[in-house]
């Protein structure tokens, strides 16, 4: 009997020592997520705000994403402390990323993990997942503003002399073709200056002609997109100078070495400035500073490399001397 006490007794004695032996739960600690702004359009740029409530003296993690958070880019990213307003001993730790897309949609920012630390003793728990919508600023339907009517045929012209007037018309543009083609052909073309540098002079006179200070948005935006697409035509060899917003979406999805943001603003671009060129609509004034500075950027991220110049210029060197060796032939 006394053997089965002492072995009773001996068995307690563990079983208390283990439950003793597991930390509980040293400390709380609570996560909020939220932005700003639900629902933005492309281009704009919001808040994202992730606040922990943990002691004061934890150390609180939050994993980094600089760069992009899912499908938005991090333009800004700032953390504070905050313990004025707290309960004795807590303290408010705040993350704040400045995001932005160029892509319209609805999306999900995903939960993010935090961890808080206070001496030994480590809690986790994720943000809860936040609803972000972003729309196109125009839906498209400023474009159907005017029905045009068909031209109202002249009655007092016979059908006949309509046709000898184009068939005149037409022969007096191909004298005149002819007779410019025989003056300058022998004065050869004008050099041409590579992409870059010649939408970095254009943009330059451009803003010397000061359209936007004279609140003439339509010619502005007019030549802002006449050069942002010549640049990238001869920049990326792509035709789209003259197309469409239809064909125009088609088209960069193609263009090989322009990052996505870019083919995706190029569009935007187009949609949200022709209400402006053809319908005399107005922008905002930070939308067109944002182009205005958008344009500086696109050159800046996608000039060519030292490597890519001087491959251009020896090709046009192996160009030149070919054209030599064909005029000496002759």
Request: proline share 5%; hydrophobic share 45%.
């Amino acid at each position: 009997m006394y053997r089965f006490s002492r072995i009773f007794y001996r068995r307690l004695a563990a079983i208390l020592c283990v439950f003793l032996a597991v930390p509980a739960l040293a400390f709380d600690v609570s996560v909020k997520a939220n932005v700003d702004n639900a629902q933005v359009f492309v281009g704009d740029m919001f808040n994202y705000e992730i606040q922990v409530t943990a002691p004061e003296n934890a150390i609180v993690d939050l994993p980094s994403f600089v760069g992009n958070l899912g499908s938005f880019e991090v333009k800004e990213m700032k953390n504070e402390k905050i313990t004025e307003g707290m309960p004795k001993g807590t303290a408010k730790f705040v993350w704040l990323a400045t995001l932005n897309t160029f892509v319209s949609g609805d999306f999900l920012i995903a939960p993010q993990q935090v961890s808080a630390v206070v001496g030994k003793d480590t809690v986790k728990t994720n943000t809860d997942p936040v609803a972000v919508k972003v729309s196109m600023r125009t839906t498209g339907e400023e474009t159907d503003i005017l029905e045009v009517e068909d031209p109202l045929d002249d009655p007092r012209l016979p059908q006949w002399l309509y046709i000898v007037l184009i068939v005149v018309g037409v022969l007096l543009l191909v004298i005149l073709g002819w007779f410019l083609h025989k003056k300058f052909a022998k004065q050869g073309a004008a050099p041409r200056l590579p992409p870059y540098e010649e939408a970095v002079l254009a943009l330059k006179e451009l803003r010397q002609k000061n359209y936007l200070a004279e609140g003439n948005q339509g010619d502005y935006f007019m030549a802002l997109g006449f050069i942002a697409r010549r640049y990238i035509e001869r920049r990326f060899d792509v035709d789209i100078l003259d197309a469409t917003v239809a064909e125009l979406k088609q088209r960069m999805s193609h263009v090989a070495g322009l990052p996505q943001a870019y083919k995706e603003s190029v569009v935007t671009l187009a949609v949200e400035t022709d209400p402006v060129k053809f319908a005399k609509m107005k922008l905002e004034g930070e939308r067109c500073r944002f182009w205005d500075e958008w344009a500086d950027k696109l050159l800046e991220d996608t000039k060519p490399t030292p490597e890519e110049e001087q491959a251009k210029k020896e090709e046009l060197k192996a160009a030149v001397q070919a054209v030599k060796a064909a005029r000496k032939a002759k």
